[in-house]
């Protein structure tokens, strides 16, 4: 946040709304697109925290809401529960993404310095992350920027890397635009941000159902 740290981006991002595109690629490898959008209302922590991601497959649309930790899903404004699959990847990108690291403080987090490692020439210190409940997130931090350039962790014995790139500043906010995901070295998903505002009105209405 421009160095303003915790009180800059409590102040700027108390609300968020994304639009953008997937591209999910299926044990087949043939990839799916996805248009979606995003709105989150910023709470005390990602316990907190409510957010609703609407995404329109070619054969399919429909939303997922979480509020208080619990997750729904919504399609025509009717509530339905969605698979434990697709519940897990929802919440992995909430659990393992960068809000873990910026606001481990909030989550109350145990930090831990990790060492340093190289990857492509890029030196980077390693940041581990544990949640209170026990979900561990790796940052590489690049030596250099000291921005995070990537974030690793392992699920169910898969092994999960996420690269961040085209990082660029929206609204005072280091935002990365493009980010890469794979599992056991295969990427399975790819996700690049077209639009992205902090602190218009979010309408509350947006994570109730029916």
């Given at each position: 946040?421009?160095?303003?740290?915790?009180?800059?981006?409590?102040q700027?991002?108390?609300?968020t709304?994304?639009?953008?595109?997937?591209s999910?690629?299926?044990q087949n490898?043939?990839?799916e697109?996805?248009?979606?959008?995003?709105?989150?209302?910023?709470?005390?922590?990602?316990?907190?925290?409510k957010?609703?991601?609407?995404?329109?497959?070619?054969s399919?649309?429909?939303?997922?809401?979480?509020?208080?930790?619990?997750?729904i899903?919504?399609y025509?404004n009717?509530?339905?529960?969605?698979?434990?699959?697709?519940?897990k990847?929802?919440?992995?990108?909430?659990?393992?993404?960068?809000?873990?690291?910026?606001?481990?403080?909030?989550?109350?987090?145990?930090?831990?310095?990790?060492?340093?490692?190289k990857?492509?020439?890029?030196d980077?210190?390693?940041?581990?992350?544990t949640?209170?409940?026990?979900?561990?997130t790796?940052?590489?931090?690049?030596?250099?920027?000291?921005?995070?350039?990537m974030?690793?962790?392992?699920?169910?014995?898969?092994?999960?890397?996420?690269?961040?790139?085209?990082?660029?500043?929206?609204?005072g906010?280091?935002?990365?635009?493009?980010?890469?995901?794979?599992a056991?070295?295969?990427?399975v998903?790819?996700?690049?941000?077209?639009?992205?505002?902090?602190?218009?009105?979010?309408?509350?209405d947006l994570?109730?159902?029916?």
């Open positions: 946040g421009f160095g303003g740290g915790r009180a800059r981006l409590n700027s991002r108390k609300t709304f994304e639009r953008g595109k997937m999910i690629i299926g490898g043939k990839a697109p996805v248009n979606y959008q995003r709105w989150i209302i910023r709470g005390e922590s990602l316990a907190n925290e957010i609703r991601l609407d995404q329109e497959f070619p399919s649309r429909y939303g997922l809401i979480m509020d208080q930790e619990n997750v899903g919504v025509n009717t509530a339905f529960t969605p698979r434990d699959e697709v519940i990847n929802f919440e992995s990108t909430i659990y393992h993404g960068l809000e873990a690291l910026f606001r481990y403080k909030e989550n109350e987090s145990t930090v831990e310095l990790a060492g340093r490692d990857e492509m020439g890029v980077y210190y390693m940041v581990d992350v949640d209170k409940k026990a979900r561990k790796r940052f590489y931090v690049s030596v250099k920027s000291l921005r995070v350039l974030l690793t962790y392992e699920d169910d014995g898969v092994k999960y890397k996420r690269k961040f790139y085209d990082q660029r500043y929206a609204q906010t280091l935002v990365p635009y493009r980010s890469v995901l794979t056991d070295g295969k990427v998903e790819e996700q690049d941000i077209s639009s992205i505002t902090f602190g218009q009105k979010v309408d509350e994570f109730k159902v029916g």
